[in-house]
């Protein structure tokens, strides 16, 4: 790991772990939907604004030359060649509901803020509910705590425990039912745990075989992505394609391959 990102990394935990106490407690205060985005059951509460707001201030001051691309305020280009991009709560429908399911996800990331084409350098992913804090760094790898992170060894995928998630619009729903009905039968089972980030924590931990979801954001996926990649997984789309919003996919490189061409076969 260079310098570089080792202080990258330092501060995106400090910054996670920051804005996760403020979401924590603004959560026992009390939570109500204050609007909705691309449907509506796509919502921002007042905690995300909040959360979003006290990240961007925290990282100007740190590295005023930085980008930032936030899922709530939009983005901010540097001079760095560095960006930011955030998601102040993935899983913010857990969050409404108090299911324990939710993070605060930072990434620094180099090139233009697009997975495509991104180098992500360092991300941290803390979820407060759960009391865990996962970090990775380019070439430093992955960690939950002082624990290094590995991903599960290669299994069958009827023997493969999958996540995914389901887009906010109607549309997209129903054709990710239809592959979610087609591909239960075929893989040890399906879990939809309501947070893309946990989830490629939880794929980098060797909690989960896979995850694959269609319709991910930059911010859903840039350190959870990274976590998965230096715990020895790959994060790729369709095909092999680069992972993009049409499609994530992730794990053991012999699953996501496997898990690749079934999605495809299944019309994903
Ligand atoms: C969502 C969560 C969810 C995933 C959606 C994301 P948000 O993020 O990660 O698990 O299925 O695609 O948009 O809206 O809670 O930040
Ligand atoms: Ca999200
Ligand atoms: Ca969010």
């Known amino acids: 790991m260079t310098a570089g990102a080792q202080e990258l990394l330092r501060l995106a935990r400090e910054v996670a772990v920051e804005a996760g106490e403020l979401a924590a407690r603004l959560r026992r205060e009390g939570v109500e939907v204050q609007n909705t985005k691309s449907s509506p059951i796509d919502i921002v509460t007042a905690a995300d604004r909040a959360a979003e707001d006290l990240i961007r201030a925290r990282l100007a001051a740190a590295r005023p030359a930085d980008g930032f691309l936030g899922e709530e305020s939009g983005a901010g280009t540097g001079t760095s060649g560095i960006t930011w991009v955030v998601d102040p709560i993935d899983g913010t429908v857990n969050y409404l509901y108090d ?148 499609m994530v996919i992730a794990g053991h490189p012999a699953v996501v391959r496997e898990l690749d061409g079934l999605l495809q076969r299944l019309g994903a």
Do not use: C, K, M
């Open 99 to 246: 299911l324990p399911n939710w993070s605060v996800s930072i990434a620094a990331v180099e090139g233009d803020p697009d997975p495509e084409t991104w180098r992500a350098l360092a991300g941290a992913v803390a979820a407060p509910a759960l009391g865990e804090v996962f970090t990775a760094s380019a070439g430093g790898g992955a960690h939950l705590g002082d624990r290094v992170l590995q991903v599960r060894p290669p299994a069958e995928l009827d023997r493969a425990l999958l996540s995914t998630g389901f887009h906010y619009t109607h549309a997209i729903r129903g054709n990710q039912a239809r592959v979610a009905g087609e591909l239960i039968p075929l893989v040890r089972d399906l879990r939809r745990t309501g947070g893309a980030a946990i989830d490629l924590a939880s794929v980098a931990a060797g909690r989960l075989d896979a995850f694959f979801e269609q319709g991910l954001n930059p911010w859903d996926q840039a350190a959870g992505g990274l976590l998965v990649t230096e715990a020895g997984g790959v994060v790729t789309g369709l095909a092999g394609a680069a992972p993009a919003n049409r």
